[in-house]
C-alpha cells in the first residue's frame, strides 16, 4: 500500500528557514504530480505548492519568492525549502499526491499525516 511520510517541521523565529519532506512509498508505477497544502487554526486548507512529474511548479501567491519545491523521482520524495518565514506561515503541512499504482487503472490521491510548523519569536 502506498503511503506519504511527511518529516522537517519545527518551531524557528521569524525570518528563519525550515525544508520540508515528504517520501511515498509503496507499489508506485508513477507519480503525476505531488504537493504540499497547509492549514492555520481556524482556517481552511491551502495549496502552497505543487510539482509534476516534468517538473513543472506552481505556488501559492502569499510564499511565491520564499518557498522552493523540488522532488528526488529516484527516491520518490519532494522538498519544501521554505524560507524568511513569517508567523502567518505557521501551519500544519500536509503533503497530497496523485499516485498510480501497479494493477490499477486509475490515479488514487493521497494525503500525509502532517507536520507542525511554527513561525515564533
Known amino acids: 500500500q502506498v503511503q506519504l511520510v511527511e518529516s522537517g517541521g519545527g518551531l524557528v523565529q521569524p525570518g528563519g528557514s525550515l525544508r520540508l519532506s515528504c517520501a511515498a512509498s509503496?507499489?508506485?508505477?508513477?507519480?503525476?504530480?505531488m504537493g504540499w497544502y497547509r492549514q492555520a487554526p481556524g482556517k481552511q486548507r491551502e495549496l502552497v505548492a505543487v510539482?509534476?512529474?516534468?517538473?513543472?511548479?506552481n505556488y501559492a501567491d502569499s510564499v511565491k519568492g520564499r518557498f522552493t519545491i523540488t522532488r528526488d523521482n529516484a527516491k520518490n520524495t519532494i522538498y519544501l525549502q521554505m524560507n524568511s518565514l513569517k508567523p502567518e506561515d505557521t501551519a500544519v503541512y500536509y503533503c497530497?499526491?496523485?499516485?498510480?499504482?501497479?494493477?490499477?487503472?486509475?490515479?488514487?490521491?493521497?494525503w500525509g499525516q502532517g507536520t507542525q510548523v511554527t513561525v515564533s519569536s
Open positions: 510539482i509534476n512529474s516534468a517538473g513543472g511548479r
Open positions: 509503496g507499489s508506485i508505477f508513477s507519480i503525476i504530480v
Open positions: 497530497n499526491a496523485l499516485i498510480r499504482e501497479y494493477n490499477n487503472d486509475h490515479a488514487d490521491e493521497l
